[in-house]
C-alpha cells in the first residue's frame, strides 16, 4: 500500500540491462528537476547489490532472490518509506512483480521507462557477461515484459539522447503542473526555457 503520505504525481520505474545508462538517465534527470523535486530510489541498496565487488555480487544476488519470494513487495515498501519529494525515480526495476507492486500501490501515477543500449556501447562502459548475474532473474526478468510506456534508446548518440529527455522532461512537468503544488511549479520556467533551447527556438 502506499506511504501515509499519499500518491506522488509521477513514479518512474526505469529498467534495462546493466551498463544500458539507467543511473546515468535518472541522475541527469534529477539534476535538471532539483533534488527538492525529485528523488532516485534504488532497489539495489535495499537488497544489499549497490556498489559492491564483482566477488560478493553473486552471492547477494542469492539473497535477494530468496527474500523475493518470501516477501516479493519487501523491497520496494523498503525504499518509498519516508519519501517527501513528489517525482520519484525508481533506478534499477527488476522483475515483473516489482511493476505490479508500484501499479497497485500508485495505481496512474506509475510509468514505465526501459533504457536500451547495445551490446557494443555497454561493453565500452565496461560491461562483461558474468554468470550468475547477467543471467538471473534480476537481470532477465523484464526482458519479455514488452508493454513498456517509455523506452530510451541509448547507445551512445548524444543528440538523439537529449531529444527523449526533453520529451521525457516535458512529460514530467505536464504531471508537476497538473499536481497543481506551488512549489513544484517553482521549475516550470526554467524547464520551459531549457526546453526552448534545445528545440532552437525562443521562450
Not at 501515477?109 to 543471467?135: C, H, I, K, L, Y
Not at 508537476?176 to 526552448?196: D, N
Amino acid at each position: 500500500m502506499a506511504p501515509q503520505g499519499g500518491t506522488p504525481p509521477l513514479v518512474l520505474l526505469f529498467s534495462g540491462k546493466r551498463k544500458s545508462g539507467k543511473d546515468f538517465l535518472t541522475e541527469a534527470l534529477q539534476s535538471r528537476l532539483g533534488a527538492d523535486i525529485c528523488a532516485i530510489l534504488r532497489l539495489s541498496e535495499t537488497s544489499g547489490r549497490q556498489h559492491l565487488k564483482e566477488a560478493y555480487r553473486r552471492d547477494m544476488i542469492r539473497w535477494g532472490e530468496e527474500k523475493h519470494r518470501a516477501d516479493p513487495g519487501f523491497f520496494c515498501r523498503k525504499i518509498v518509506e519516508g519519501v517527501s519529494q513528489p517525482i520519484w525515480l525508481v533506478s534499477d526495476t527488476r522483475r515483473v512483480s516489482d511493476i505490479q507492486w508500484f501499479r497497485e500501490a500508485y495505481g496512474a501515477a506509475m510509468q514505465t521507462v526501459r533504457v536500451f543500449a547495445s551490446e557494443q556501447s555497454r561493453q565500452q562502459r565496461g560491461w562483461v557477461f558474468t554468470p550468475g548475474v547477467d543471467d538471473a532473474e534480476s537481470e532477465c526478468g523484464l526482458d519479455d515484459f514488452g508493454d513498456f510506456d517509455w523506452v530510451i534508446e541509448n547507445h551512445g548518440d548524444e543528440q538523439h539522447l537529449e531529444e527523449q529527455l526533453a520529451n521525457l522532461l516535458k512529460f514530467v512537468h505536464s504531471r508537476l503542473y497538473l499536481s497543481g503544488s506551488r512549489s513544484e511549479l517553482g521549475v516550470l520556467g526554467w524547464a520551459w526555457g531549457w526546453l526552448c533551447r534545445m528545440w532552437g527556438s525562443q521562450p
